[in-house]
């Protein structure tokens, strides 16, 4: 009890209360930093199936350059349904089951896929464009842009059903699948895009069939979409409210992820003699988001409560929490640096520092520009948990591929 203590000891008693609250706080935090690496572990199974990308190369020189954009559209919009799944299951808008279910359930999965296909037709544009301005003759260049929808299209039609799958049974089970469903989702997404990517990729392998089916599966895909669409736009509103919210931030993070498709694909030749640096790719973008999203985050909740004033200064207070998240990605670099040298039978600086040293750089800078696009959207008067993750995971891709390509050229000259 405290009544009757003293004022120095009760000022001692609520420091020491204090100070056991945030040493709970970020011994918490670190477990979650481990679990999010942890899971991001198994990117590098899609970095496994991404490595066969090098061999399409001389069939399409423009794979490369696609592939860091359709990793972070089609991640946004499996994240915007994981989120919006989550929340309507815990409000009663959509019940827990994927058969006869809420009509606003069936109309977001129609959103999701909607919007993984048009995006996709942007993206393929983009690439093709791209490709263009990096020298590829125009046949070569024009199949981008069927692939591109193919693979971001039928990888949606995918995760759609694992998404709702999961948080179905999550839900079922006493499961929270706001804790659970986006960070197997993210990873789960990964593999599954690249799997159609690079399945994909292989049909322009086979002469006149190959390019036929490859259109079919275009056509088919573009005919659904804007079925769905010309039907839904008018008659739900919150098949538009989906579409109008994401559309826009979409179209701006696009053109931002060619600048790491330009990365990427500059340092091709590069990726053929070590393959290693490919595998870990995936993971490598992941854990950078992964640790700015944890930063914002708690930022976020910071404001909401209080507890940190708007300012860009208060980053002072947080200052020991934002190392404990760097230092706690130390082991997690060193393992994908030997991971990537073990894949590429070869142990020498190109392969050892250049991973370990990106992520020791990209995620100090994340996380600090995390925080900023919380704190300013916060005295905006904006919701900044709209505005990190999207801002924070993309420009994560850009960095941290940028960063990677320019140590590999550093180390490998």
């Given at each position: 009890m405290l009544i009757g203590c003293h004022g120095n000891h009760l000022k001692d008693v609520i420091a020491y209360g204090a100070t056991s609250i945030v040493d709970r706080s970020n011994f918490f935090m670190v477990k979650q930093v481990l679990l999010a690496l942890f899971l991001d572990m198994f990117g590098l199974i899609a970095g496994a199936i991404a490595s066969n990308l090098t061999l399409f190369t001389r069939l399409a020189p423009w794979s490369l350059l696609a592939y860091p954009a359709i990793l972070s559209v089609r991640g946004a919009i499996n994240g915007m349904l994981c989120g919006r799944l989550s929340t309507s299951l815990h409000v009663g808008s959509v019940l827990p089951r994927i058969r006869r279910n809420t009509a606003y359930f069936y109309e977001l999965l129609s959103s999701a896929f909607v919007l993984s296909t048009l995006m996709g037709l942007i993206l393929g544009l983009l690439t093709f464009s791209l490709s263009l301005l990096s020298g590829i003759p125009i046949p070569l260049s024009v199949a981008s842009i069927p692939t591109v929808i193919v693979t971001m299209g039928f990888s949606s039609m995918m995760s759609i059903f694992i998404t709702s799958s999961i948080a179905v049974q999550a839900f079922k089970r006493g499961l929270d699948p706001d804790i659970i469903l986006y960070p197997v989702m993210?990873?789960?997404?990964?593999?599954?895009?690249?799997?159609?990517?690079?399945?994909?990729?292989?049909?322009?392998?086979?002469?006149?069939?190959?390019?036929?089916?490859?259109?079919?599966?275009?056509?088919?895909?573009?005919?659904?979409?804007?079925?769905?669409?010309?039907?839904?736009?008018?008659?739900?509103?919150?098949?538009?409210?989906?579409?109008?919210?994401?559309?826009?931030?979409?179209?701006?993070?696009?053109?931002?992820?060619?600048?790491?498709?330009?990365?990427?694909?500059?340092?091709?030749?590069?990726?053929?003699?070590?393959?290693?640096?490919?595998?870990?790719?995936?993971?490598?973008?992941?854990?950078?988001?992964?640790?700015?999203?944890?930063?914002?985050?708690?930022?976020?909740?910071?404001?909401?409560?209080?507890?940190?004033?708007?300012?860009i200064s208060s980053i002072r207070s947080l200052v020991k929490e934002f190392s404990l998240i760097v230092l706690s990605t130390l082991p997690f670099y060193l393992a994908l640096s030997f991971i990537a040298a073990i894949y590429s039978a070869s142990f020498n600086r190109t392969l050892i520092l250049s991973p370990l040293l990106s992520g020791l750089t990209v995620v100090p800078l994340i996380i600090c520009f995390a925080f900023v696009i919380a704190i300013l959207a916060f005295k905006r008067g904006l919701n900044p948990d709209n505005f990190v993750n999207p801002l924070e995971a993309c420009t994560a891709d850009v960095m941290m591929t940028s960063v990677l390509a320019l140590l590999v050229f550093t180390f490998g000259s």
């Open positions: 993210s990873t789960l997404a990964d593999i599954l895009v690249t799997a159609c990517y690079v399945l994909s990729l292989s049909f322009l392998g086979i002469p006149h069939v190959g390019e036929i089916l490859l259109m079919a599966l275009f056509l088919f895909l573009l005919s659904i979409s804007f079925f769905l669409f010309l039907r839904l736009y008018r008659n739900s509103s919150s098949f538009r409210d989906i579409i109008k919210e994401l559309w826009l931030s979409l179209l701006i993070l696009m053109p931002i992820e060619g600048i790491a498709g330009f990365a990427l694909n500059s340092i091709r030749y590069r990726l053929e003699v070590y393959p290693g640096l490919m595998v870990i790719y995936p993971a490598l973008i992941d854990s950078a988001g992964d640790m700015g999203s944890i930063a914002g985050s708690r930022t976020t909740t910071k404001l909401a409560l209080g507890s940190l004033l708007p300012t």
